[in-house]
């Protein structure tokens, strides 16, 4: 399945040239962390997925939640579709711009960050930098992920979450620290007094990781 996205190119295009895929959240759109292109590095390749699922207000996701089932709170088959997604449209859009020896970058908010996990963990030798905003690891997309710390080593993860998220709760993102620390991932784990989403000084963080 192609995905609909938007794109900021920069003047000049080389195989180096690094490129930042962004995955929104449930109900949310392509244009919400698009936003963040005005302070990432002018030189990158910004791309913005829309998901491909309608939700039934307005907005899109990449999977349906199941709120009143906490078993079934995600529809499995759904989300390793949408990763299967993302990754091909990955895969095209980076042959498509010959970007041979270039650093990609993956940055999601709640349910594009567990995507983000999952893509990052599965496929490490795709990956550098990972931002990971107000989501958890699911276990349940998680299955055949990578332990070999050679191939980890050169990921680096960014996870923030909000200590008042009435959404995904705290306790569920701080799960992602004893993941990547058990995997002897690199990763900055922060908590800001916030609900379900970035505030300022998160936003600031975040973009401090980037310009690294």
């Known amino acids: 399945m192609n995905l609909d996205y938007i794109v900021r190119e920069p003047e000049n295009i080389t195989s180096t040239t690094p ?35 309608d939700t039934q207000f307005e907005g899109y996701s990449w ?10 709170f995600i529809d499995v088959p759904q989300a390793k579709e949408s990763l299967n997604s993302v990754l091909e449209s990955i895969l095209k859009i980076i042959n498509h ?14 349910q594009g960050g567990i995507l ?12 550098n930098y990972v931002a990971c905003l107000s ?13 070999d710390k050679k191939k980890l080593e050169r990921l680096r993860f960014f ?11 705290l306790e569920w993102g701080r799960k992602a620290a004893d993941m990547l620390y058990d995997l002897s991932c690199y990763f900055t784990f922060r908590e800001y007094m916030n609900g379900h989403g ?5 936003y600031m963080d975040l973009m401090d990781f980037f310009s690294k």
């Open 135 to 147: 989501a958890y690891p699911e276990e349940k997309i998680l299955d055949g992920i990578v332990k």
């Open 116 to 127: 983000c996990y999952a893509l990052a963990l599965k496929y490490p030798e795709l990956f």
């Open 63 to 72: 999977y349906d939640i199941n709120f009143n089932d906490p078993e079934n």
């Open 97 to 110: 711009y010959g970007l041979s020896e270039s650093k990609v970058h993956l940055c999601g908010f709640s």
């Open 19 to 53: 490129i930042l895929f962004m995955l929104h959240g449930y109900g949310s759109n392509e244009q919400d962390l698009f936003s963040f292109r005005e302070t990432l590095p002018n030189d990158w390749i910004i791309i913005s997925f829309r998901a491909p699922r």
């Open 159 to 169: 996870v923030s979450h909000g200590t008042d998220d009435a959404v995904i709760p």
């Open 198 to 202: 970035v505030n300022q000084k998160n």
